[in-house]
C-alpha cells in the first residue's frame, strides 16, 4: 500500500489488542470494538519527527508481550530498535 506521496505505507495490525497502528511522520494508533465492527482513533498521534529525522522509516513494528502494558517496539530502516509505550506516549 501507498500514501498519498507515493511512500510505502505499513500498517500493523494486533488481535489481541484490537489495534490497527499506522506508523509515519506520526504514529496513529486505532482501536477496534470487542466486534471488529467498529474503528475509532484512540488517544493523539505521536510525533516521531524528534526520534527519525534522518530520513529512516519504520520497517518494522511487533506489540511487546509479557510487560503489563500496552508497548511496541519500532524497527526503523537503519535497522535501531526502540520501544514505544502507547500509555505514556513515549520511547522508554
Known amino acids: 500500500m501507498r500514501s498519498a506521496e507515493g511512500k510505502v505505507l505499513c500498517l500493523f495490525f494486533s488481535q489481541i489488542f484490537r489495534a490497527l497502528i499506522v506508523p509515519q511522520r506520526t504514529l496513529h494508533v486505532f482501536v477496534f470494538d470487542e466486534h471488529f465492527s467498529n474503528l475509532q482513533g484512540w488517544a493523539n498521534?505521536?510525533?516521531?519527527?524528534?526520534?527519525?529525522?534522518?530520513?529512516?522509516?519504520?520497517?518494522?513494528?511487533?506489540?511487546?508481550?509479557?510487560?503489563?502494558?500496552?508497548?511496541?517496539?519500532?524497527?526503523?530502516?537503519?535497522?535501531?530498535?526502540?520501544?514505544y509505550s502507547l500509555v505514556t506516549q513515549g520511547f522508554r
Do not use: K
Open 45 to 83: 498521534p505521536f510525533e516521531l519527527s524528534d526520534w527519525y529525522n534522518n530520513g529512516e522509516t519504520i520497517t518494522h513494528m511487533c506489540f511487546v508481550t509479557g510487560t503489563g502494558s500496552e508497548e511496541v517496539l519500532l524497527v526503523d530502516s537503519r535497522a535501531q530498535a526502540r520501544i
